[in-house]
């Protein structure tokens, strides 16, 4: 009777630690699996109110809460992902540059055009560097926006990036808590072409309204000079007759200048539209070169047609012509006066021998014609300024010959390089977009209008 009364109080001792132990141990396996990140662990709860029955409650409450606020914070994540996603795409889609800076003046989130602007200045990434670093330009108007509560500043800077030189205009406002600043938003848009064109627009009209003015009284004035010559010549002494002629002639060869420089101006100011029609690329080029060399043999003039026999330049044949003819003239009279120049320093050596080289030269994209020479190349610095009118280094130049040539090719969907050359001299590539070149003999199809 005694060990039947031992075993069975053995026994009801261990099934009452049994109910108090497997759901604490219970609680301790899910609170192991939530510590793993597991926060759908869960415990049974029982019916009773006892202390392992209310701490179990407990225990699942703080677990449900803890997955809900997961699955929020999860949710709030992703929308926040998906918002940075879309401005990152908005951003990268404007062409103006875009830059979100921290309060230390830190680069936090450039756009695509800021960044392929200003990583060649950073010789890298752009995140994470002081803005004076890559744009020192700017670092006024950010003395500015501190003093501007709530205001956006704009300041138009040129930036220089190694021989180029560009004109931006900067807009800068200042995020704020309080008084605190915590952040800035930099924008800029390169301006450089707009200004450009916007100069160009005034010179032609100041190059049409010149020429309407001289154009008129030239003629009267050739007119009388050589009536002169023929009526009075015979009334001057004999000794004063050779500088009576002189002074005829002079007059006479002004008037060819002037009307020279009319004719340059009305060709800039009113240039008609292009006609476009398939013309042969090879024939272009070819005889643009040939009418130079007929006119002067001395010069080393070499022609390096590539593969374009058989292409055909989608074109207004006679500007493309003038545009080759222009082009080319600079790059003869530069050779000229690069050896004149020589021929006056002396110093025993023999004066450099005029070159003047031509390659056509093709891409998957483009096509470019290029025209380089042995003179004395492009000044260090703006060499685009070069192609806006009235822009030369040569005494006697009127600044329009480039010029001209640019406006041909901004209505071929081309644009024009300047370049320093490995002759020692100039570089003009005129490059063409690749649709602008047509394969085999094209069909006649007359002409159009651009």
Not at 141 to 157: H, K, M, N, S
């Amino acid at each position: 009777v005694a060990l039947l009364l031992l075993f069975a109080a053995v026994w009801t001792g261990m099934a009452v630690a049994d109910r108090i132990v497997a759901p604490i141990g219970q609680l301790i396996g899910a609170a192991d699996r939530v510590r793993t990140g597991d926060l759908l662990a869960r415990v049974p709860e029982g019916a009773s109110d006892d202390e392992i029955a209310v701490l179990s409650r407990a225990f699942n409450r703080m677990a449900t809460q803890l997955h809900s606020q997961r699955r929020e914070l999860i949710d709030a994540n992703h929308q926040l992902d998906a918002r940075r996603r879309f401005t990152e795409a908005v951003l990268s889609g404007v062409t103006a540059g875009v830059i979100g800076l921290d309060d230390q003046r830190r680069i936090v989130l450039p756009n695509r055009a800021a960044s392929h602007f200003l990583e060649s200045a950073a010789g890298g990434e752009i995140a994470g560097v002081d803005i004076q670093h890559v744009l020192p330009e700017t670092l006024p108007l950010f003395e500015r926006a501190e003093l501007a509560a709530g205001q956006t500043v704009q300041q138009q800077v040129t930036v220089r990036r190694g021989l180029a030189e560009y004109t931006l205009l900067v807009r800068l406002a200042a995020q704020r808590e309080g008084d605190a600043i915590v952040g800035y938003v930099l924008t800029f848009d390169d301006i450089t072409v707009l200004l450009s064109a916007q100069r160009q627009a005034a010179w032609a009209e100041v190059a049409r309204r010149i020429a309407h003015e001289i154009k008129n009284p030239l003629t009267p004035i050739q007119l009388s000079a050589e009536r002169m010559g023929r009526k009075f010549a015979s009334q001057i002494d004999e000794a004063d007759r050779s500088s009576f002629h002189r002074a005829v002639d002079t007059i006479i060869r002004q008037v060819d200048v002037i009307g020279r420089l009319i004719r340059e101006f009305s060709a800039f100011a009113r240039m008609p539209d292009a006609r476009m029609r398939p013309e042969p690329l090879a024939a272009l080029v070819q005889h643009a070169a040939d009418l130079q060399q007929s006119a002067r043999p001395e010069l080393r003039l070499t022609v390096d047609l590539g593969d374009s026999a058989g292409l055909y330049l989608d074109c207004d044949g006679e500007k493309i012509s003038q545009a080759l003819t222009n082009v080319l003239q600079n790059a003869v009279q530069a050779v000229e006066e690069s050896a004149a120049g020589a021929d006056q320093e002396g110093g025993g050596s023999p004066a450099p021998v005029p070159v003047v080289e031509v390659t056509v030269l093709r891409g998957d994209h483009e096509l470019a014609i290029l025209v380089a020479d042995n003179g004395s190349g492009f000044p260090a610095g703006e060499r685009q300024r070069f192609l806006e009118p009235y822009v030369t280094t040569r005494a006697k130049g009127t600044g329009l010959g480039l010029a001209i040539v640019h406006k041909i090719m901004e209505e071929h969907a081309g644009r024009v390089e300047l370049d320093n050359s490995e002759l020692g001299g100039a570089l003009v590539r005129l490059v063409f977009p690749a649709e602008r070149i047509v394969e085999g003999r094209p069909r006649p199809i007359g002409n159009r209008a651009s």
